[in-house]
C-alpha cells in the first residue's frame, strides 16, 4: 500500500484515467449487456425479458446471413491486408531507400484519411453511372462500352479494396521492421551459395517473419469481426437486401436505424454482447499464445 | 555531518535474492567510508539503502541515532554522485547545480551565491551556461559534484563516480576529491569494485562479498592484516600469494607431499589456536615478502615462469609445480641467467588462514 | 543496375502513383468546372472556405450548417481529443513506469488488453450514459468517448517511452529532495517530448477524422463536424455537385495532409514504440 503522502500523485495520475475508463469504457460495457436482457426500444420503455433477445437471435434466419457475412467480410480483408502488407514491405525493403520510405508513405495515407473522404473518393471511382472514374477511363480507352456496376455487382470485392487499403500498412509497417532486423548474414549466405531473390523470399524472409505474420494475423482479426464503419459509409449493408450487412453493422442499424421508432436496443445489445465474448475469447486466446504478460519490467524506485 | 549506523541491514529481492545479509557497520562522523567489493557483493544495494531508495527488508539506518528506516531520500539530506553523472541534460550547468536549491526554495540571490561558490571551488565556473552535452567527462563529473555539495548535504554517496573517466583524469579527480572532502568535512560513503581507488581514497574500507561484511579497516590493517582469505587476494595491486599446506599430527607441513620448514612460533599459534589437525591450512604471504635466492637455499623451488616490468620494480612469476605459482615482488635483476630459483618466505609478515578464517598474526 | 533491379524501382514507382492516384483525382475535381468529371479549372467550389455556407445558392444554404462552425467543431473535437490523450497518457504511463504502483502488472495486462477496442462494443452503452449525465448531442460527450479509446494505447506508448529515459536522473532528482510530481514536470515530462509530441499529432489526426462518434452521439446539426457534413453530401452524391463534395474533402485533408508530411518519421517511430511494447 503506498504511503499517505503518495497519496494526491496516484489519484491525479492513475486515479484520472481510471474514472474515465471506468465511467465511458466499463459502465457501457456492463450496460449493453444489462439491456441485452430487456426489451428496451425507442420509447426508451423496458422491461427485463431475461434471455429471450438471445433466443430470437438462434431463431431469426437472418443471423446466419450476417455470421457469413462476417466471415466473408473478415476473411477478405484479411487476405488483402496480409498479402498487400507483406508484398509492399518485402518490394519496400528491396527497392532503394527512398523509393521504399516513400512507398510506404503513401500507403500509409488512407489510414490517417478521414473516413467519410476515403469512402467519397472510393464511390466515386467506382461508381455505377458512366461518370465514375473507372467507367470514364475504361471507356476512353475503349476496353468497355458500357458502364460497369462496380459497386452492385462487385460489392465484396469493393470492400475488400477501401478496408483493405486502410488495414494494410499495420502488417506493411510490422513486416517492413521485421524484415529489417534479420541479420543480414543469413540473406548473404543465400545468396553466396546461388539463391534468387526470390528464393531467398520465400524460403528466408517469409519464414523468418511468421511470428510477426500470425501476430497481424491475430490482431486484425479482432478488430475484422466488428469492422463496419467503411460498409456502413459506402453500401450500408446493401446493395439490396442484407448483402454485405455484417454483424457489427446489423447491431448498430438495429440500434441507430434511420427510422427512429424502429430502434430495437434490446435486441442490438445482445448481438453486441456476442460480439463482446466473441473478442473476450479470441482475446484471452493470443494472450496465451504470444505470452503477452512478459516484458513487463519493475521499475527501479521502491520509493 | 553525521555518525551513520547500519543496523543488522539485509535485503532480499523477489522471494530468495540476498543481496545485503546482516550488516553492522559503523561510518563515523566527518569519515571517508569507501564499499568496497566485486560486482553483485551488494554495496550498491547498501548505498540505495543508506540513500532510501531501497527499503530494508529487515535491519536499520540510523543518522545520528535517529531511525531513518521510513524518511524519504529527499527529507535525508544527501548529495549523490552516479557514475552516470546523472546530469539533467534539458538544463545549463547553472540549472542543474541550482536544481537541489530550487527544491528547497532558497532565495534567488543565495542560489547564485552557492552555485558560483562551489563553481569555483571545483573549477567550472566557466561553463556555467553549457548544456551537458557541450561537456567533456571529467567536466560533467565535477558538475554532478558541485550539485551534490551546493545543498549541503549531511552525506555524501557515491556510486562508482569515476568509473567512467580515464585512467588519467581518474587519478587527478581522485587526489581533488580526497581534498575537497578532507575541507568539507561531510561524512561520505564511496562504493567501488576497484581495490587501488579503494585503498587511496578511504579512511577506512568496508569490504563485502556476496552480501556480507568480510572486513571494515583502515587501508593500512586491511593491508597487513587481512580477516580472511578473500581479503588477502581482493586487496593489493599485485595479487598476494596463497600457499595451499597441509599440517599432519606431527605439526609437519607438507606442500604436496614434500616438507616444507614453518618456523616454530607459528605451529605453536596453530596449536594453540585449538584448530584441529590434520588439516589444509592457507599461507598468505604478499610477493614483496617474497624473496629469491639460488635453488639450494631453500626447499619451496621452481622455474621463472614470467616476468613483469613495472617500471621501478619487477614481479617474477615462479612456477613451483602444476598448481603453484608464486609471484615476488622485487627491484633486483640478478636472477636473469639461472631458471631455476629458489623461494624464501619472510615468515614475519607471513598469515595462516583455515578454509575462511584468519590463525596467527 | 540490373534488370530486375531497374523493374522492381519501376513497379514501386507505379504502386506509388497508383496509391497517389486517388487523391490527384479528388484535387482535380475540386477544381473542375464540370460538376461530375475533370475538366477545366475553377475555383468556384471552393466558394464556402470564403463564405462559410456550403451551398451558394440562397434557397438551398440553410439546409447544411455553416461550414466555419463545421470546421470549429471539427477543430475543438481534434484538440479536445489530442490534449487530453496526451495530458492523461504522460501521467498516466509515467506512474505506471516509473511507481510502484500496487497490482501493477494487473493494471499494466488491463491496459494492454483494453487497447482497440472495436467502437461497436461501446457505442450503445455510450449513448446511453451520455444521456444519463446529459452530454448526449455534445461535442465534449464525443471527445470523452474518443478519449476512452485512444486512451489504452497511448498509455502504453508513454509508458514504454519512458521505460527508455535513464534511471539515474529520476534518482537524482528524488535524491535533490524533489517529490514525483515534481520530478515529472521538470525532469521526466521535458526528457519525454519527443514521445508526447508524435502522441499529440497522432492524436489530432485521430480526433479531425471521426465520424462514427459523432454520427451516433450528435443529432444537431450546429454540433456537426465536417465528416458529417461530407456524409450528408455522400447521402445526396446522386444529386449534388461533386465538384463541392470534392472541395469540401479536399478541405478536410489538408490539415492532415500537412500534420503527416511534417512529422513522417515520427509516427513511424511511435507507432512502433505502441505496437511492439
Known sequence: MPPLRDMPFILLFIGISTAIILLFLLIPAVLTIFISTTNMDYSLKWQFIGLRNYQALLTDPLTIRFLTNTAIFTAGVLSFNVLVGLFLAILSTHVSELLGYTLRAVYLLPRVTPSVVLAFTMLWIFSPTESGVLNSLLRYIGIIKNPVAWTTDFPWQFLFLINGLVGCSLGMLIFTSAIKSIPPDYIVAARVDGASTLRIIAGIIVPMIRNHIGFVIAYQTLSLIASFEYILLTLDGGPGYYTTEVWALAAYHRAFSQYFIAADYGYAAAMVVILMLAAAILTITYWKIFRLGSGITEPKLEV | MVEIVLEKLTKIFGKNVIAVRDLDLVIKDKEFMVLLGPSGCGKTTTLYMIAGIYKPTRGNIYFDSKLMNDVEPKDRNIGMVFQSYALYPHMSVFDNIAYPLKIKKLPKQEIVKRVRYVAEMLKIDHLLDRKPSQLSGGQQQRVALARAIAKHPDVFLMDEPLSNLDAKIRVEIRAELKNLQKRLGITTIYVTHDQAEAMSLADRVAIMNSGSLEQVATPEELYSKPASLFVASFIGSVPANIIRVEIDEDYKAFLRDREVAIPRELIEAIRVSGSKIPEIFYIMVRPEDVSLHSPGESDLVGEIFSIEYLGKDLVYHIKIHEDLTIRAYTSRENLLNSSKVGVKINWKKAKIYREDGKLIV | ?277
Open chain 3, 1 to 277: 543496375m540490373s534488370l530486375g533491379r531497374i523493374l522492381i524501382n519501376l513497379l514501386a514507382m507505379i504502386l506509388i502513383l497508383l496509391g497517389l492516384s486517388p487523391y490527384a483525382l479528388i484535387l482535380l475535381l475540386a477544381f473542375s468546372e464540370k460538376p461530375t468529371s475533370i475538366q477545366g479549372f475553377t475555383i468556384d467550389s471552393f466558394a464556402f472556405i470564403a463564405t462559410g455556407k456550403l451551398l451558394q445558392d440562397p434557397r438551398y444554404s440553410h439546409i447544411y450548417p455553416n461550414i466555419h462552425a463545421a470546421l470549429v467543431n471539427t477543430l475543438f473535437l481534434a484538440l479536445g481529443v489530442s490534449f487530453l490523450v496526451t495530458l492523461l497518457s504522460s501521467m498516466t504511463g509515467y506512474a505506471l513506469s516509473r511507481y510502484p504502483v500496487p497490482g501493477r502488472r494487473a493494471i499494466l495486462a488491463t491496459v494492454l488488453a483494453l487497447h482497440g477496442i472495436p467502437v461497436i462494443i461501446l457505442l450503445i452503452g455510450l449513448y446511453f450514459v451520455l444521456r444519463f449525465i446529459g452530454l448526449f448531442n455534445t461535442l465534449i460527450g464525443v471527445i470523452l468517448a474518443k478519449v476512452v479509446l485512444d486512451l489504452p494505447l497511448g498509455i502504453w506508448i508513454m509508458k514504454n517511452f519512458y521505460d527508455n529515459l535513464p534511471w539515474d536522473i529520476e534518482i537524482a532528482s528524488i535524491v535533490d529532495g524533489a517529490g514525483r510530481f515534481t520530478t515529472w514536470l521538470r525532469i521526466m515530462l521535458p526528457l519525454a517530448k519527443p514521445g508526447i509530441a508524435a502522441l499529440a499529432v497522432l492524436e489530432f489526426i485521430s480526433g479531425w477524422g471521426e465520424f462514427i462518434l459523432v454520427y451516433t452521439l450528435v443529432t444537431s446539426n450546429t454540433n456537426w463536424t465536417l465528416s458529417m457534413v461530407i456524409r450528408g453530401l455522400i447521402g445526396e452524391m446522386g444529386s449534388v455537385n461533386l465538384n463541392l463534395l470534392a472541395a469540401l474533402s479536399i478541405f478536410y485533408l489538408i490539415p492532415v495532409l500537412i500534420f503527416f508530411i511534417a512529422t513522417q518519421k515520427y509516427l513511424l517511430r511511435i507507432a512502433f514504440g505502441g505496437v511492439r511494447g
